[in-house]
């Protein structure tokens, strides 16, 4: 079964920049079933869906986040990436990433990343 | 965008219960759909995708139904695992939505 590891800073300043990173072990991240996910959770609250790339580097975001959002892969590492700028205390949240059947729906995830927004 | 829609929002149900979970989308979305179940502090788990197949390793208790605007899943008798946060998630468009989740409680 694959694994998949959140990892990065859990503080972040407002109006800095958000960066994670899944690691995904136990399976290729070059495999063509898949597309590799983010998701973020508010304390309490539901999920939401950042965005997907693919081994190619082929992306899809939330048009909410798009003007803020870059997810990049580094097929060599088995990594894939999050990056959310000018971030704000709405931006706190558990983040987690996720494999993606064909980019439909996510059958494994990482046990979440919690990142707080604040001075 | 494609909206979802879930409810109810709180739903408590004692052991054994057969128990009922709507989710509508606000546009066709075929059988486009997942199910998700989270517990306190841990990752979603998938139980069922494309609207009515249960993933590996699921019980056979938890079944999906539907198409098109309005989508169910049904736990046929509750177990004490089964109490946690039930979400629905489209993936008809490019990207994702989610519903707004489904607390199931003990009665």
């Known amino acids: 079964q694959v694994l998949l590891q959140e990892s990065g800073p859990g503080l972040v300043k407002p109006s800095q920049t958000l960066s994670l990173t899944c690691t995904v072990s136990?399976?290729?991240?070059?495999?063509?079933?898949?597309?590799w996910t983010w998701i973020r959770q508010p304390a309490g609250r539901g999920l939401e869906w950042i965005g997907r790339?693919?081994?190619?580097?082929?992306?899809n975001y939330n048009p909410s986040l798009k003007s803020r959002v870059t997810i990049s892969v580094d097929t060599s590492k088995s990594q894939f990436s999050l990056k959310l700028s000018s971030v704000t205390a709405a931006d706190t949240a558990v983040y987690y990433c996720?494999?993606?059947?064909?980019?439909?729906?996510?059958?494994?995830w990482g046990q979440g990343a919690l990142v707080t927004v604040s001075s | 965008d494609i909206q979802m829609t879930q409810s109810p929002s709180t739903l408590s149900a004692s052991v054994g219960d057969r128990v009922t979970i709507t989710c509508r989308a606000s546009?066709?979305?075929?059988?486009?759909l997942a199910w998700y179940q989270q517990k306190p502090g841990r990752a979603p788990k998938l139980l069922i995708y494309?609207?009515?197949t249960l993933e590996s390793g699921v019980p056979s208790r938890f079944s999906g139904s539907g198409s098109g605007t309005e989508f169910i899943l049904t736990i046929s008798s509750l177990q004490p695992d089964d109490f946690a946060t039930y979400y629905c998630?489209?993936?008809?468009?490019?990207?994702?939505?989610f519903g707004q989740g489904t607390r199931v409680e003990i009665k």
């Open positions: 996720a494999r993606a059947v064909y980019g439909d729906y996510g059958d494994d």
């Open positions: 136990g399976g290729s991240i070059n495999s063509s079933s898949y597309y």
């Open positions: 790339i693919y081994s190619n580097g082929r992306t």
């Open positions: 546009q066709n979305n075929r059988n486009w």
């Open positions: 494309k609207a009515t």
């Open positions: 998630q489209q993936y008809n468009s490019h990207f994702w939505t």
